[in-house]
């Protein structure tokens, strides 16, 4: 059974940085791609983020470009999200979720992503 865990949400300030963590079981975590995406009250989830395989490659949503860090760790089995620079706008739950292959990753539709954890609420405060 795939389970995906996210942890390390909270609130913090404008300005301010927090840390992601994706922890997944029940299958090689190192032959997926990973992705984040995020839901705002009364908004549809939308695609923040996503990295391959091995890392190598990353690809990020325009409005999180430069803030945001996609990364992970296949020896923990482990996927982080790196946000500096929070904005209020960023507020919303946060989820990870597995994909076949970076290039469906990249494409950001919920869809083509095939496991999802139950979601990190962060809050930004003004």
């Known amino acids: 059974q795939v389970q995906l865990v996210e942890s390390g949400g909270g609130l913090v300030q404008a300005g301010g940085s927090l840390r992601l963590s994706c922890a997944a079981s029940?299958?090689?975590?190192?032959?997926?791609?990973m992705g984040w995406f995020r839901q705002a009250p009364g908004k549809e989830r939308e695609f923040v983020a996503a990295?391959?395989?091995?890392?190598?490659?990353?690809y990020y949503a325009d409005s999180v470009k430069g803030r945001f860090t996609i990364s992970r760790d296949n020896t923990k089995n482990t996927v982080y999200l790196q946000m500096n620079s929070l904005k209020p706008e960023d507020t919303a739950v946060y989820y990870c979720a597995s994909a076949m292959t970076f290039g469906t990753a990249k494409r950001g539709l919920r869809y083509e992503y095939d496991y999802w954890g139950q979601g990190t609420q962060v809050t930004v405060s003004s």
């Open positions: 029940g299958r090689t975590f190192s032959n997926y791609a």
């Open positions: 990295i391959s395989w091995s890392g190598t490659y990353t």
